[in-house]
């Protein structure tokens, strides 16, 4: 009997390990993406929408993937894998410091949003005794221990094939209610009430501009990291159309009500396991959006300050000592924005990036 064991040099050592790295950052910003995108439409699109919540779903999706496409034809242009080399190729160092100021903002808002929605499920939804804040400081003390390092992504790599389980029960679950009467009527409650829902969603896939702030795990691939969260925010859009009726779709309730109105009408192990899932998908979100927070801020830059995400969880916290209602509506108002500084970003770079290659 023969034993063989293979012995990887330095260098096969070295692009294994920055292999792993760039997986456990492009699952973690997957997750980020998909738990965005899945808030605004259940909060904010589904309530207007209703029963045509399912196409309209795709038409807010074509927003961000235009501008994830002229994003990825300028870096092609530059010859570069990242968002923050391809804009320091045609602006130079300032391209890249605005581009760290804007994912810090639009970062920040998306944390705050995650961790209001998080607390807000503690203190409405299960009846959690505490004030938001106590409860917004212990959720932050809580996530002090997971953000040393690489610790968070490493965390939702791990917990990725969990998490994608408890989600095939519950969309078993959604598939024994489901009618195909429930994507009508088509139109909703009519053209305004779908203008509305799509001046609230135009901006919700901004987050997959995220995926191009990290080196791609194989080179040359940029479109296909899109796909599973698109198809997975769809598919959970699909299946709460087709197993809720549309009044209920377009009943309006707080904001922990909307983000249980898909999980209330589940068997109750399968609502628990629902409301574990949310708790826990928020939970490493705000974690997530600390770590990408830092690491955008920090690109321009030499060094990583270890303190940084730590001093973003706090800001998030503290956030939670204003009014609720007010943050909210606060929020909701920027929601339809935040893909406009990116889409204007693009639309700047691109003819500068084709005048410098003409010029080499």
């Known amino acids: 009997m023969r034993t063989i064991v293979k012995v990887h040099t330095p260098e096969e050592r070295l692009s294994m390990r920055l292999m792993g790295e760039r997986r456990t950052s492009q699952c973690l ?12 439409l259940m909060i904010r699109v589904m309530p207007l929408a209703g029963s045509a ?26 010859k570069t894998v990242v968002l923050t ?24 808002l998306d944390g705050v949003a995650s961790m209001t929605a998080l607390v807000t499920l503690f203190t409405e939804g299960i009846g959690t005794e505490g004030t938001q804040f106590t409860l917004a400081l212990l959720t932050g003390a809580v996530l002090a221990f997971c953000l040393h390092r690489e610790g968070i992504s490493r965390g939702a790599f791990f917990l990725r094939w969990i998490m994608l389980a408890a989600l095939v029960v519950m969309a078993l679950d959604w598939l024994s209610m489901a009618h195909v009467d429930g994507l009508f009527p088509v139109m909703g409650d009519g053209v305004p009430s779908l203008m509305a829902a799509l001046r609230v969603g135009l901006s919700l896939s901004w ?3 995220l995926l191009l702030t990290a080196e791609p795990v194989r080179p040359g691939v940029r479109f296909r990291p899109v796909l599973p969260v ?25 904001l922990s009500g909307s983000l249980l109105e898909m999980t209330l009408h589940l068997q109750p192990a399968v609502c628990t396991l629902a409301i574990c899932l949310l708790l826990l998908t928020l939970f490493l979100t705000i974690g997530g959006t600390a770590y990408l927070l830092t690491g955008a801020l920090t690109a321009p830059m030499s060094h990583d300050p270890v303190w940084m995400p730590y001093a973003v969880v706090a800001l998030i916290v503290l956030s939670q000592c204003l009014d609720i209602r007010m943050l909210w ?6 929601g339809p924005w935040l893909l406009a500084p990116l889409a204007a970003l693009a639309v700047i770079a691109l003819p500068v990036a084709l005048v410098k290659r003409r010029r080499v």
């Open 29 to 40: 910003i997957r997750l980020v993406a998909v738990v965005s995108i899945l808030r605004t």
């Open 207 to 209: 987050p997959l501009i």
């Open 329 to 334: 509506s606060f929020l909701g108002e920027c």
């Open 230 to 254: 698109l198809l997975l925010c769809f598919g959970v859009v699909l299946l709460t159309c087709l197993s809720l009726p549309h009044e209920l779709l377009v009943t309006h309730h707080d």
């Open 53 to 78: 919540g399912w196409w309209l779903t795709a038409v807010c999706f074509v927003p961000g993937l235009a501008v994830y496409g002229l994003l990825v034809l300028c870096m092609r242009l530059t």
């Open 85 to 108: 080399d391809m804009l320091r190729a045609v602006f130079g160092p300032f391209g890249a410091w605005l581009l760290a100021l804007l994912l810090t903002a639009l970062l920040l």
